[in-house]
């Protein structure tokens, strides 16, 4: 087992599926999500494989090299993915085989999976829906939701909610009360802050920020879009690398 804060390049993952909360149509987007952390050595999902709901994965599984996991619904309503998958966790968990889980479910049975994987020092991904419950999202070290990983996904800039047909549309929240925070945290005594260091303390503060929550595919996008709130400095390295920094433009 190695650090939660092992780089991406080397740490080892199990993506576990709960086939129940997930959306077969997004295997592909949550496979190259889940990529960006560390490598896939384990992947299953779990469900009644005998019921129809089902259906829609068979035919992703062997594209993907997904393993299916059996279980059996043993009571009509009640999700029977949750105690095989959990059980499996804590097994790869000790065995010592991968250095981090993402659990993909929007369900807040696997909050207390999360909390106890993360006290053993591994790193735990989640992806699930918006409407997962914070508990669950607070309880991974990074937490994505489904929507931004939708394909042809459309987006707008931070609105205070509109009317459409009578009914109030989703408000998109706005970002600057949470990177106000991040960069108290991350500013220097110069009045900069790094912007590699803004975007870690982002995950502390909230494992569910994502630039593409609020329209835009990076975090130095996001920043610029807020001319009025902050001045960006940008110095290039000889390697041609960009070190970027931020500060209050007041």
């Not at 065995?95 to 106890?116: H, I, K, N, P």
């Not at 989640?126 to 914070?134: F, L, S, V």
């Amino acid at each position: 087992m190695t650090d939660s804060n092992e780089s991406g390049a080397d740490r080892r993952i199990a993506i576990l599926i709960d086939g129940d909360n997930a959306q077969p149509s997004l295997i592909s987007n949550m496979l190259a999500e889940t990529g960006k952390y560390g490598l896939l050595t384990i992947r299953r999902i779990y469900g009644d494989w005998t019921t129809s709901n089902m259906g829609g994965w068979k035919d992703t599984l062997q594209t993907y090299a997904v393993q299916p996991i059996q279980q059996f619904r043993y009571t009509i309503g009640k999700n029977a993915t949750d105690s095989a998958m959990i059980i499996d966790a804590m097994d790869i968990l000790y065995e010592g085989v991968v250095d981090g889980f993402c659990l993909v479910s929007s369900d807040s049975d696997y909050t207390r999976l999360a909390t106890r994987i993360r006290e053993k020092g591994f790193f735990v991904m989640g992806i699930g829906k918006k409407t997962t419950p914070r508990a669950f999202v607070n309880a991974c070290n990074v937490f994505v939701f489904t929507e931004n990983l939708t394909p042809g996904k459309t987006y707008t800039k931070p609105t205070t909610g509109q009317k459409t047909n009578g009914s109030a549309e989703p408000e998109t929240p706005d970002p600057t009360p949470l990177l106000n925070r991040a960069f108290d945290l991350a500013v220097q005594d110069d009045g900069w802050a790094f912007l590699g260091v803004m975007g870690q303390h982002l995950r502390q503060l909230d494992p569910s920020f994502d630039p593409r929550t609020y329209g835009f595919k990076q975090l130095s996008l996001l920043i610029r879009a807020l001319p009025n709130i902050y001045k960006v400095r940008e110095v290039k390295q000889a390697n041609g690398a960009s070190i970027i920094s931020v500060r209050h433009k007041d």
